[in-house]
């Protein structure tokens, strides 16, 4: 094989997870016998016609497809490990540089939050995107408005604006609107940013930080931590306590289930710290209408 060959081969093998196309393989110069061999041997799979795995063991996962309008690759029999998508926007959404062709980020995060089941799961897409710095929030919503139709366009506008202000998971937006903001708790900073160790340059990062009362809000939204994730967050906690912050940590069940027995907590813990204001009740029965 030419060098220019061998390297384009392995371009496509990096690029595509080692998954290729019969034309890609014959262009290398591997001919039809060696691909039945390498089947045959179980070296490689036949995915689809015509489209293989250069590998033995586990497939990949579902591939989502996004093709025009226009066709519909599945109208006479569904492809199995494929989800087909059929946009009038294939153009608008293609990515006009990265090879194979896939749609811009962006749209790819919004097509997720239109099918998505509710807009949890809606805000779950946001935020990892956003989180794992594959997007941004603006550049959502630039995407967003340029859609003339865009499921929970409302809603999907407040979430970009939590994200944006770092809100950057599920259980912490549900401790903002469900905690914070229905019981009119002052407004905490996100994703704080706090330097320790003797020259500083080490740092941990807090969820919320009621800065002016020196008091912290962690949540974590996992049932079961892994040995060195659970203890990065007791040194967290240990670190904000030996700096004179109050920290409190609260678990998915104690914001989804009992989010007014949690705003009384953060109250509290503010009050004691020189917070002058009330909590609001969110509700009739809530604590916050007896304190």
Known sequence: MPDDTEARWHEALENQADVVGRPQVLRAGISRNVVGRRLGAGRWQR???????????????EIHVTVPATRNPARQRKITGLVIHRSCRIEAARHPVLSPPRTRVED????????????????????????????TAPLLATAAA??????????????????????????????????????????????????????????????????????????????????????????????????????LRFGWTDITQHPCQVAMLVADTLRRRGWQGTPHPCSPTCPAARS
């Open 108 to 135: 790819t995060v919004l097509d997720l939050v239109e099918a998505a089941y509710d807009f949890d799961e809606a805000f779950a897409w946001i935020s990892r995107a956003v989180g794992r710095r594959r997007t």
């Open 146 to 247: 340029a859609r003339k139709r865009m499921r929970w366009r409302t809603e999907l506008a407040a979430a970009l604006t939590d994200v944006a202000d770092g809100i950057h998971s599920l259980l912490e937006r549900r401790y903002v609107t469900g905690v914070e903001r229905a019981h009119g708790l002052p407004r905490a900073a996100r994703q704080v940013r706090r330097g320790h160790g003797a020259d500083g340059t080490r740092s941990t990062y807090i969820d919320n930080l009621y800065v002016e009362y020196d008091a912290c809000v962690e949540v974590d939204g996992s049932a079961a931590h892994p040995a060195d994730q659970r203890w990065s967050d007791i040194r967290r906690d240990n670190i904000n306590t030996a700096s004179g912050s109050a920290t």
């Open 47 to 61: 995915l689809h016609r015509g489209v293989y795995a250069t590998f033995s063991g586990p497939r990949p996962r």
